[in-house]
């Protein structure tokens, strides 16, 4: 099968993009730096096209001749909601355009922060009313919104927390727990889900080659379940196995708020973007954000295989390897 990947340099694209290859897939890469596709992708390289989701030229000459479609290209921070919009809905609309007729699956990487969080003890299942509480997770839903009124099959994935090799965004916890100390939001109980970034890449792979899931939402989740706090520690396990326990220091909500308004505010007033900003208070001071794979595995027969702790290692592992921890 022919397919476009948008996002292909990214962290979850590019694993993505390498299991697609590993499976004997023809890969069209949607790329804005041909040089970092080159670093990357060594001994199999995808087919590169130059250009951005608001280059209607590149997007047609990427998307002419695809079967499939899976569009992963996003912003995570931003610096203002207008921005968000511009990329997570606009630039979804305008990969939408570009889809050759017949296309058989349009996959849309979303987020679990499109949905909004979950309540203690209880996951989304996938039928739940949206309700996001930041312009990350409002703008993904936007992008979302867009390809159900649109006119190709699709399919729509909401990952949790994913982490793996060649995350930058975990990174910072690991340098941190490897100091001995660690922040948590509240007292730490705030339960989360996770998913190893091989095995989201596996679920994408396995929604694009399944009839069941077109028309479907899912979410790709390890079924376990973890505490912020647990969370904390297990990292801890992964980066110092033989270090004292870690250190963990609540933050109470107030403190918590305020310390976001600040940095967020800072980085506006400096013209930039920061994943710590006041918006993401809702985000990091709910009670849950937990989710189910039932459907994805029901309709598909994929599971996550990386337990939170194997995967932690292996991360870790990686980490070390390329002199990033």
């Known amino acids: ?65 695809v079967e499939a479609i899976v569009h992963g290209a996003a912003v995570l921070t931003a610096r203002s909601r207008a921005e968000f919009f511009e990329v997570n809905e606009e630039g979804t609309r305008r990969v939408l355009a570009a889809a050759p007729p017949p296309l ?58 994913v982490y793996g090799p060649r995350d930058v965004e975990f990174l910072r916890v690991f340098r941190l727990v490897r100091k001995g100390v660690m922040p948590v939001f509240g007292d730490g109980s705030q339960e989360l889900s996770f998913v190893y970034v091989s095995d989201l890449a596996r ?21 376990d379940i973890v505490r912020q706090r647990a969370f904390a520690q297990a990292v801890a396990r992964a980066v110092r196995p033989d270090a004292p326990p870690l250190r963990l220091v609540p933050l109470p909500g107030a403190l918590a708020r305020a310390g976001l308004w600040v940095t967020g505010t800072t980085a506006w007033l400096l013209g930039r973007a920061t994943m710590l900003s006041a918006d993401k208070a809702n985000e990091f001071l709910a009670e849950a954000w937990t989710c189910s794979p039932a459907a994805l595995e029901r309709d598909t027969g994929w599971t996550a295989t990386n337990s939170l702790s194997v995967g932690l290692a292996k991360t870790a592992a990686w980490y070390r390897n390329q002199g990033w921890l």
């Open 1 to 65: 099968m022919k397919i476009l990947v948008t996002g292909g340099t990214g962290f979850v694209g590019s694993h993505l993009v390498e299991q697609l290859l590993d499976a004997g897939h023809e890969v069209v890469c949607l790329v804005r730096s041909p040089a970092k596709a080159e670093a990357l992708f060594v001994e199999r390289r995808p087919r590169l096209v130059q250009g951005t989701l608001f280059d209607a030229a590149a997007l047609r000459q990427a998307a002419e001749g």
């Open 104 to 161: 058989a699956r349009f996959v849309y990487v979303s987020s679990l922060a499109a949905a909004g969080p979950s309540t203690r003890g209880h996951q989304l299942q996938g039928g739940e009313r949206e309700a996001p509480v930041t312009h990350y997770g409002a703008s993904k839903l936007a992008g979302e919104i867009a390809v159900r009124g649109g006119t190709v099959p699709w399919t729509i994935v909401r990952p949790p927390s």
């Open 203 to 223: 679920a994408l792979v396995a929604v694009l080659g399944s009839r069941e899931a077109a028309g479907r939402l899912y979410y790709p989740c390890h079924p």
